[in-house]
């Protein structure tokens, strides 16, 4: 298993050109947020946003757009059950990112169906949390896209079927290749899987201090924000972006007990100028 390097992420991370506008650093669309889980969708957003994703767009449900407006008025707002304005939106994207605090209920299933349907061969897609759920539970047919799976180990357990005491890179890397697409197995030490390649990675940074609620919505942004702007080889710009939600984390960790997905995400902007420099 190979490690992932700091250097890896000084060769994504550039400075960007000094006539750059918002169109140079890609269209994300954000969906989930339920009415229970909105904090999920906005952290996502939000981590896509500080990352330096040039247009955030953030589906959920209406009860979330007084309180997403409020935190984060740099993104726009859609209803995620007006499949109209989705129809309209979702083509113009670089990266579609679906299942944070999406739910599991039928709403949650109807929309999750609805952006398979409408989603382009060459968008990335990003299926995380209640997704992945969704997608195990209804064995649903996966879209043709660039899809990364973003599950923790019971969603890996879903999805793959494999226990999670018995998650071995082997066999994760067989089932992996089954689905034909990016996985990346969140643990105390996260593995990813790329497709077209036989050689498995490994995240060496991140500690306990990364053990709360959101943490993952959180990488879901910072992975959109990243493959929205950086034009390095796809599967380093995935990379990087795993490393670097951890590294945050390890900088915060010095001095904290704690480090919450809101820290890390303010932290992004900083961070990732170090990384440029
Ligand atoms: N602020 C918000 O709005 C937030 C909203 N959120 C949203 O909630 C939705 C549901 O996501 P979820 O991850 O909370 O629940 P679920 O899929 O049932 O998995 C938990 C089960 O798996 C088990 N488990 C085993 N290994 C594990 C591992 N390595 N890492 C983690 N769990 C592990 C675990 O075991 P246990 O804790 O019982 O030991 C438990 O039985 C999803 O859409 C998400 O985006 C959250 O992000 C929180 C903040
Ligand atoms: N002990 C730990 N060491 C390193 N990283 C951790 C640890 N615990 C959690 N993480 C990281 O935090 C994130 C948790 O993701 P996830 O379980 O999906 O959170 P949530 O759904 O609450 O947002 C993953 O990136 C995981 O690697
Ligand atoms: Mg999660």
Not at 20 to 40: D, E, P
Not at 232 to 248: F, M, N
């Amino acid at each position: 298993m190979q490690q992932i390097t700091k250097s890896l992420v000084q060769q994504v991370i550039r400075p960007r050109t000094q006539e750059s506008h918002k169109g140079n650093f890609g269209r994300v669309l954000t969906i989930g947020g339920n009415q229970n889980f909105g904090g999920a969708i906005i952290m996502s957003a939000s981590a896509a946003v500080y990352s330096g994703a040039g247009l955030v767009t953030c589906a959920t449900a209406p009860q979330n757009f007084v309180s997403l407006h409020a935190r984060l008025p740099e993104a726009m707002v859609v209803d995620y059950q007006d499949e109209k304005k989705l129809a309209e939106l979702i083509p113009q994207m670089d990266v579609i990112v679906i299942g944070p605090g999406l739910g599991t209920d039928a709403t949650a299933l109807a929309v999750l169906k609805f952006v398979f349907a409408q989603v382009r061969p060459q968008q990335n897609l990003i299926i995380d949390g209640s997704a992945i759920t969704l997608v195990a539970q209804e064995k649903l047919a996966l879209p043709q896209a660039q899809i990364i799976f973003t599950p923790h180990q019971m969603e890996w357990q879903r999805l793959s079927g494999i226990p999670v005491t018995q998650q071995t890179p082997t066999k994760n890397q067989a089932i992996q290749q089954k689905l034909a697409a990016t996985v990346i197995v969140k643990s105390h030490r996260t593995e990813i899987y790329l497709p077209d390649s036989t050689i498995m990675w490994q995240n060496p940074v991140g500690s306990a201090a990364m053990a709360t609620g959101g943490m993952g919505d959180c990488l879901t942004g910072i992975l959109a924000g990243f493959l929205a702007q950086f034009s390095a080889d796809r599967a380093q710009t995935i990379l990087a972006a795993v490393y670097t939600h951890s590294a945050i984390s390890d900088q915060l960790a010095q001095k904290q007990y704690v480090t919450l997905p809101t820290q890390i995400i303010a932290a992004l902007p900083k961070y990732m100028a170090e990384m440029a420099s």
